[in-house]
Each structure stands twice: as structure tokens, then as C-alpha cells.
């Protein structure tokens, strides 16, 4: 099982540009996540999907959209992107929203010019 | 306002003695208690839990307390190993979905 998977790894954007980090899952997980983590803070909730077709908001959901048309996949789409966007972004998977342990993604550093 | 505080952002400690990670939390409604390990490059992993029933569970080297009227929470690791070199989060709320995370501690095991 390759687990969670994550790309690209690395993006620089210019302020305004938009761009899909994707996110995909092995595992058959219901639950999808995800996280921006900036320095000096917490993991903080983007976004969040209980299955397929079925999306909603976490703590910080503005200028980020999400879908979730199959199990596997869950990209988090940045329509306009802004310097306050500039973050490591981390995408998690687990079996049902109430289920304790999650499953991180390695990441995507993404920097907003 | 910070909901889960770790007021330590580095800890080193000599290779075989114990680690002590702190977590402070202001709500008194939070029953779940988690803390993940993140290496560098890499996804955070789940480590060790504890609901508020409880006040300390084990699992090998690695115990958890909970003092509820302190609103306080501590990782130990007993001994310390090079391999536990790493970022420590901890994240707490009223549901293991619905989770607050501190900013972490790095803790630097010495040879």
C-alpha cells in the first residue's frame, strides 16, 4: 500500500495563479482531510469529506475548494492564490471521522509570491 | 487565542534518559487528548491517546498523563532513543474529529 500520497511536493505560485494540489489514498478510507500547517502554529482544518461526493468546511476553508468524486481522491483546488496562502499543506485519510488514528500525507510545501 | 499550547518549541535530551513533553489546554469541555510524531519530509504519525476518563496510558516506552484541573497533559519516553528525534504535536477536543493541535515541540535526542 503506498498509504497516502501527495503532489507535487513542492509549488511556487505567483499571487493570482491558480492550481490543484492532489491528494490520493490506497486504503479504501471514507474519511479525507486537509491541513495547512504555518510556522509557529498548529495543523488547522481546511477542509474536510465523510465519502465520495460529500464535502465540507473545517476552520480556515476561504480561497480553497474541494470535491471528493471517488474514494481515493481528494484535491484541494486554490482558485486565486494569495501570499497568506503560503503554507505546508497536508492531506489525511482514516476509515470514518469518528476513527482515532488518521494518516498523513507527506506534504506539499507551497509558496506564494 | 490559543486553544492547545506547547510553551516549549525545542527539548534535547541525552540518548537513554527520559523526555518530558508538555501540553497546555484552555477548554475544559476537551475529552480527547492525541499527540502525533512528525519526522522531517514527512506526513505527521499517530502516536499515543488519552480520553478524559483516564489520567495515563502506556504503550511501550511511551506514556501519556492527563491532569484535568490543570488543563495539562505531558508525553514521557522512557528511555530515550536517537530514533525519537522528531517534532511532537499535540492536539485536544471534545471529539477525536474535532481536534485543536499545538504547534509542536522538536526534540533533539543527544548521543
Known amino acids: 500500500n503506498a498509504g497516502v500520497t501527495q503532489t507535487p511536493k513542492f509549488q511556487v505560485l505567483k499571487t493570482g495563479q491558480s492550481m490543484t494540489l492532489q491528494c490520493a489514498q490506497d486504503m479504501n478510507h471514507e474519511y479525507m482531510s486537509w491541513y495547512r500547517q504555518d510556522p509557529g502554529m498548529g495543523l488547522r482544518l481546511i477542509h474536510y469529506?465523510?465519502?465520495?461526493?460529500?464535502?465540507d468546511q473545517g476552520e480556515v476553508p476561504n480561497g480553497y475548494n474541494v470535491s471528493r468524486s471517488t474514494t481515493e481522491d481528494f484535491p484541494l483546488r486554490l482558485l486565486s492564490a494569495a501570499p497568506s496562502q503560503t503554507s505546508v499543506y497536508f492531506c489525511?485519510?482514516?476509515?470514518?471521522?469518528?476513527?482515532?488514528?488518521?494518516?498523513f500525507g507527506p506534504g506539499t510545501r507551497l509558496l506564494v509570491l | 487565542d490559543q486553544q492547545v499550547k506547547q510553551n516549549s518549541p525545542s527539548l534535547s535530551v541525552q540518548e537513554g534518559r527520559i523526555s518530558i513533553l508538555n501540553c497546555d489546554y484552555t477548554n475544559s469541555m476537551f475529552d480527547y487528548f492525541l499527540w502525533y510524531k512528525k519526522y522531517p519530509a514527512e506526513g505527521p504519525t499517530f502516536l499515543i491517546s488519552i480520553s478524559s476518563i483516564k489520567d495515563k496510558n502506556e504503550d511501550g516506552r511511551f506514556t501519556v498523563f492527563l491532569n484535568k484541573s490543570a488543563k495539562h497533559l505531558s508525553l514521557h519516553i522512557v528511555p530515550s532513543q536517537p530514533g525519537d528525534s522528531a517534532v511532537y504535536f499535540c492536539?485536544?477536543?471534545?471529539?477525536?474529529?474535532?481536534?485543536?493541535w499545538g504547534a509542536g515541540t522538536k526534540l533533539i535526542i543527544k548521543p
Open positions: 492536539a485536544a477536543g471534545p471529539s477525536n474529529y474535532q481536534l485543536i
Open positions: 469529506s465523510v465519502g465520495a461526493g460529500i464535502t
Open positions: 489525511a485519510s482514516r476509515w470514518t471521522r469518528t476513527q482515532e488514528t488518521q494518516y
